[in-house]
């Protein structure tokens, strides 16, 4: 048999066994354990000679398998009365099981499915939302909780707390850069802001200018879909800028 | 057409997701028994007419889905919209749906393959949910599907899944899930 | 209602943009003598017999719009669902659910901004409760989840919450988020 068979097409050593025992016209019940056995480590051993990465799935298949073999080279004793277990059924009742999802699977692709076959309307609610701050609104359930922690927490480095920002990276300062960007365009991605070169602590004073900024009402911030992109936008005449200058000087950050 | 009538159809157009008779009956501040036959009207006004959109009964709820013949046609306008998914996805999804609550161990040991992946992205799209912890040792997460799985595939609820029978009958033992071996899960 | 009309109908209510007559003869492979009679049908039908939404004409296209008249109601769709929350409101959830006792500094710190109104938001939904002062200067309220949050997530006690450390077990890639205090955290 032609090895043409690549590891990722199938979705896991089940499936590649399923797709072995068709391609031989086995019976499920009954599965030629050695020839299965030796198929399946041509395979795999093919694989390793092409320097491919196996999952180590796969291997703990090919080591089942040879332990099944050699339970069925064990000479069935008599002298037990008890009926022996086949050596195979707990791998047929698996691949039985397995062949069933994989059939469900194969069935909910087919089902017409949401945004790909069947569309729900997108709907302008004329005069609804306007001028209400559409608060960004998500889907929770316990994994929300877990991962918005789990994001809290990753993106802030623990020795912050301590760190006092230094006289030199002033707030005013930042606050200048912001609008200065934001007064060329007419809005700008929020990563934007934070330039690439910035050191931490610039990054730091630019975020707590942004969130000046929005304290302020100079500029306002929209976020599409859940964990989208956020918008910075001017909510204020870029004359409106000048006039919160003298402000900037109460800032307390610097 | 009256003016509840108007305003029902209005709701369940506007809103992003399925309206049950209670959320009608509590945004329109009318009983569910006024509501019910405005339902039916609707579903029977855009049913009969061969409209491009037919009122869906939905996750517990109402929302107006363009016609599944229209397929072909309408899938021009969603370039990058639909999201395909893997074999992986579905097959993670096949499990959880008729086996929930499932642990992460279980679906593995059926899959054959670690499947924390596929899972972590099913949960980020909100196609699954966590149900809590199982009382076993170790207290494994339980997962199950959420409401948007049932949008996704167009059901009423988890009994309008195909049953099990329905598949691979090869052995007529095998009607319900079958067991696990505990001891390999675990 | 003919194939083309309710293919058309279809397209504009599936589209998330208007659709104009260039798009439309696009979309349905028919020339725009064909779509013009049929836009001026859909809208004379949904003009017409007082229907929650009409065939609106905007931007040089044609979108389905609810009618200005029932917008008081609509506003009402966008508002109090139990299930969805601002993500300020999540995220100072669940600071509180993993960190209680926590303070306000400790939910602001971890958040970067002021989080008093969110809080208090969560106080008047009953999810938060005030656990007492804390023993330090200035005295300041500890906060700890309620009765009624565990039952809005369905858990019978916090030990049900995922760990962290089980929460990035599902990906691989996912490294574990540096914990403040790990302590508190686990």
Redesign the interface.
Known sequence: MAIQIQLENF?????LLLHLIKSHEMD?YDIRIFEITEQYLTIIEKMQQLDLDI?G?FLL?AATLVHIKSRMLLPVSDEIGEEEEDPRA?LV??L??????????????Q???????????????????EG?S?????????????????????D???EI?HEVVRESLSVADYIDRITEKLSQKKRIAFREIFSTKYSRSELIVT?IAT?ELVKLQVIGIE?VG?FGEMWLALTTSVDRLAQISPEKDLLTYG | MDNLGQLIEALIFASDSPLSLDRLSALSEQPKTQIRPIIEQLQHHYGASERGFYLAEVAGGYQFRTVVELAPWLKKLSKDRATRFSRAALETLAIIAYRQPATRAEIEYLRGVDSGGVMKTLLDKNLLRILGKKDVPGRPLMYGTSRQFLELFGLRDLSDLPTLKEFTALDPELTEAAPLDPETVE
């Open positions: 979705s896991g050593p089940l499936d499920i999952a799935e298949m707990e009742k698996r039985l099981e397995y062949q069933r999802y994989k059939d469900i699977a194969e069935s909910f692709q089902l017409p499915q949401l945004e790909r076959d069947i569309f729900v309307g997108h709907f302008q609610l004329e005069n609804v939302l209400e559409e608060d960004n609104q998500v889907t929770i359930g316990i994994y929300q909780l877990a991962d918005a922690f789990h994001q809290l927490l990753k802030k480095p623990p707390f975020f969130l976020q859940a």
